[in-house]
T-cell receptor
Framework: EAQVTQNPRYLITVTGKKLTVTCSQNMNHEYMSWYRQDPGLGLRQIYYSMNVEVTDKGDVPEGYKVSRKEKRNFPLILESPSPNQTSLYFC????????????FGPGTRLLVL | AQSVTQPDIHITVSEGASLELRCNYSYGATPYLFWYVQSPGQGLQLLLKYFSGDTLVQGIKGFEAEFKRSQSSFNLRKPSVHWSDAAEYFCAVVLGGGGNKLTFGTGTQLKVEL
């Protein structure tokens, strides 16, 4: 089954404790992206990757890092989480063309105390 | 600024009634246009998309959307709503610039009364 998986699905942590949210897709997609969803703001892009070893900032990159060492994986790293990073996070993937349909993971709900 | 506007934060309709969710975009050219649905506790599922051609687009679950260039709108419609349609609906566009970035509206929460 074609899918995007994220782990963990739920996470409670404390300020400053480094964490990683994993994202994996099995569709051989070049393009991958991370979004965060906040009430009243919709979804906003954090980082994206056009292919292996090619990443770039989205609209809200502060406090986040990403890496793309393999085509299927695109982890999101919070090196020193803060309460304002409490949010619902979605990973997405698509073929490389602009306007291609993006497929979303199930989401990771993060609470930073 | 380039943006997507969904003017209705909440909409309540009775089961069996028709539905229209509004979406307007601000962009110099015609963007790629999408509607996604998010059911409670779920990820986002694509309902339909528009790139070019016929301005009335059919999607899954009985939804359709009409692109109107003169109004910069891409409204989502359904002739008869089912209780299972209760969810949050997001309009999104892909503009120019970096990659395949989706720019989302703030969403419309749909409640269906039985």
């Amino acid at each position: 089954e074609a899918q995007v998986t994220q782990n963990p699905r739920y996470l409670i942590t404390v300020t400053g404790k480094k964490l990683t949210v994993t994202c994996s897709q099995n569709m051989n997609h070049e393009y991958m992206s991370w979004y965060r969803q906040d009430p009243g703001l919709g979804l906003r892009q954090i980082y994206y990757s056009m292919n292996v070893e090619v990443t770039d900032k989205g609209d809200v990159p502060e406090g986040y890092k990403v890496s793309r060492k393999e085509k299927r994986n695109f982890p999101l790293i919070l090196e020193s989480p803060s309460p304002n990073q409490t949010s619902l996070y979605f990973c997405a993937s698509s073929p490389p063309g602009r306007g291609e349909t993006q497929y979303f993971g199930p989401g990771t709900r993060l609470l930073v105390l | 600024a380039q943006s997507v506007t969904q003017p209705d934060i909440h909409i309540t309709v009775s089961e069996g009634a028709s539905l229209e969710l509004r979406c307007n975009y601000s962009y110099g050219a015609t963007p790629y246009l999408f509607w996604y649905v998010q059911s409670p506790g779920q990820g986002l599922q694509l309902l339909l998309k528009y790139f070019s051609g016929d301005t009335l687009v059919q999607g899954i679950k009985g939804f359709e959307a009409e692109f109107k260039r003169s109004q910069s709108s891409f409204n989502l419609r359904k002739p008869s709503v089912h209780w299972s349609d209760a969810a949050e609906y997001f309009c999104a566009v892909v503009l120019g610039g970096g990659g395949n970035k989706l720019t989302f509206g703030t969403g419309t929460q749909l409640k269906v009364e039985l």
